[in-house]
């Protein structure tokens, strides 16, 4: 099945699905091998794993690179974390375009000024974008889709920024109008009372989109009572990484050896298997076969 007729079922079907951070290839594969349907490719994830800040430092043709290698290496749909679109309603089509070129099922935009801020660093101080320019994107975006079945989400800032829930309903109302396939209505509270309080007006106006980073004590089944369509667990590969990353690394800095860190660490055979070595050996013989059985050049007793 195409990778956006896979987004688009699960972003439409009536029970909750999740979705996992990836922000390479590497940890795209994880994710599906782990048994995911769907990737959400974190702009947060991307940019702090090419050592930039989550403010659109990473130019969006780097971003697209990032992602032709998730997308070649997985079969399960990609949602990108689009940000603001990376400009106005020309950019976020060119993105559309570009993104259905390379088989990423959807994108996420965000209502906020380029250079977008993360939302959990001051966001009260981050303006919003107006209604009608977003929403004007939000109509060049699905008007430059060429498959039917891709996604636009949109990303409703306004309980970051500090506005409250009419707000909120407001603007998904009028990007519901818009013509968008999604909303995801984000939170930076610890607990999920703006996320209920929205849910509850909305009902099933469309599909609900949710990051519970700050609010992850609230127990996933809770998620499934108030009708929320998809849950994006959003940079946990990233951090754990992270984790990983840093103590290993001063394990050996500070022991001078490997000697403790190997029963800790992935065996190589296990990278070399999330590679598929296996393939290639199998197109080698396939391929290479007489050249491979050939003894090296100069062993030959003449
Ligand atoms: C991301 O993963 O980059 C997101 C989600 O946009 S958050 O960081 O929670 O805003
Ligand atoms: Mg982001």
Redesign the pocket.
């Known amino acids: 099945m195409k990778k956006t007729t896979q987004l688009r079922n699960i972003i439409s079907s009536n029970k909750l699905e999740k979705i996992m ?1 990836s922000h390479n290839a590497l940890s795209a594969k994880i994710v599906e091998k782990v048994g995911f349907k769907g990737i ?1 490719a ?4 991307i940019s702090a794993s090419l050592g930039v800040r ?1 403010n659109n430092e990473a130019s969006w043709t780097q971003v697209l690179d990032v992602l032709e290698f998730m997308s070649d290496a997985t079969s399960i749909p990609i949602l990108l ?1 689009g940000d603001t679109g990376y400009g106005n309603f020309n950019n976020a089509r060119r993105l559309v375009k570009k993104l259905e070129q390379r088989q990423i099922a959807g994108v996420c935009i965000e209502d906020k000024l380029f250079p977008k801020t ?3 660093i001051r966001g009260e101080t981050q303006p919003l974008a107006d209604i009608d320019e977003f929403c004007g994107k939000i109509k060049a975006m699905k008007d430059s889709q060429l498959d039917e079945d891709f996604i636009v989400v949109s990303r409703v800032e306004a309980f970051i920024a500090g506005w409250g829930l009419t707000e909120a309903l407001k603007r998904a109302e009028a990007y519901r109008k818009a013509g968008t396939d999604a909303i995801l209505i ?1 939170s930076k509270r610890t607990d999920s009372l703006e996320i209920e309080s929205f849910m509850k007006e909305w009902g099933n106006r469309l599909p609900v989109v949710i ?1 519970p ?1 700050k609010y992850y004590s609230v127990p996933t089944e809770r998620f499934r009572e108030m009708g929320i369509s998809l849950v994006i667990w ?2 946990h590969n990233l951090r754990a990484s992270i984790r990983a990353m840093e103590e290993t690394s001063r394990q050996i800095y500070s022991d001078e050896s490997i000697i403790n860190v190997e029963p800790y660490i992935t065996p190589l055979e296990h990278v070399f298997r999330l590679q598929d070595e296996e393939e290639l050996a199998k197109a080698e013989q396939r391929y290479l076969k007489s050249y491979r059985n050939s003894p090296p050049r100069g062993t030959q007793n003449d």
Do not use: Q
Not at 42 to 45: E, V
């Open positions: 951070e959400w974190s702009g947060l994830s989550d974390d993360n939302s959990f984000h990051v980073t959003a940079n």
